[in-house]
């Protein structure tokens, strides 16, 4: 299973075509300065809710003896796997591309200098599956963390925001692309039967991008232009 954060998928989530407009704006800000606007974001793609929310963590320590300090933190690493199941919260590593982290491979994950002498850190994730607002997400993720219990000089923190994920993002490729096609039919036919379009970019990658707290929009780097028959 390929999971993108933005890391980013079952396709009932949420989909609609997308002109990228707000319904009403103030005219006193410039389009480009408000809050997930980006500039080289095309006008169409989808809008989808997001499939889960992740918050980074560190689980560290700063026991002087190398070997009790990493045993430290695989235990608690090992009370996080355990309290994992029946909380719709999931353990996960990576950046880009996660991979769930399991009792059969969490002693994989690398040990990092965690800033001082004598310490170490393991970074990961938390995933839950994102079924309302990114509030209560968050909230789910923060108890989680909260309910974990140190081991020596080991604790877990929570060291970043939340980030949206989306599963396998190319499933929408088709569905992209007939939306892309869709609008230039279209914008050519408003200037009338003499009229016709070209598109190219439709075979670059399916890009994504934040636009509300809960929803990503997906597109390709398209461009079309309009030309006579």
């Known amino acids: 299973m390929r999971i993108c954060s933005l890391a980013i998928g079952s396709k009932s989530g949420r989909c609609k075509f997308v002109r990228n407009r707000e319904a009403e704006v103030t005219v006193t800000r410039n389009r480009f300065n408000t809050r997930y606007a980006q500039q080289d974001r095309p006008v169409i793609g989808l809008r989808r809710q997001a499939d889960a929310?992740?918050?980074?963590?560190?689980?560290?320590?700063?026991?002087?003896?190398?070997?009790?300090?990493?045993?430290?933190?695989?235990?608690?690493?090992?009370?996080?796997?355990?309290?994992?199941?029946?909380?719709?919260?999931?353990?996960?590593?990576?950046?880009?591309?996660?991979?769930?982290?399991?009792?059969?491979?969490?002693?994989?994950?690398?040990?990092?200098?965690?800033?001082?002498?004598?310490?170490?850190?393991?970074?990961?994730?938390?995933r839950v599956k994102l079924a309302g607002s990114a509030a209560v997400a968050e909230k789910k993720l923060i108890d989680f963390i909260k309910a974990i219990s140190g081991s020596g000089r080991a604790t877990i923190d929570k060291t970043g925001g939340l980030t949206l994920t989306i599963v396998n993002p190319d499933q929408y490729r088709d569905d992209i692309v007939k939306l892309v096609a869709e609008d230039a039919k279209h914008n050519a036919g408003i200037f009338g039967p003499d009229f016709a379009f070209h598109i190219s970019g439709i075979d670059g990658q399916v890009a994504w991008s934040q636009v509300s707290s809960t929803d990503v929009f997906l597109y390709l780097p398209y461009k079309y232009t309009i030309v006579p028959k």
Request: aromatic share 4%; proline share 4%; net charge negative.
């Open 53 to 126: 929310a992740v918050v980074p963590v560190s689980i560290s320590s700063d026991t002087r003896d190398e070997t009790t300090r990493k045993k430290e933190i695989h235990t608690v690493l090992l009370a996080a796997l355990d309290r994992a199941p029946g909380t719709d919260i999931e353990l996960v590593s990576g950046t880009v591309q996660l991979s769930p982290v399991t009792k059969a491979n969490y002693q994989e994950l690398q040990f990092q200098y965690a800033g001082r002498v004598d310490t170490s850190k393991i970074d990961i994730m938390l």
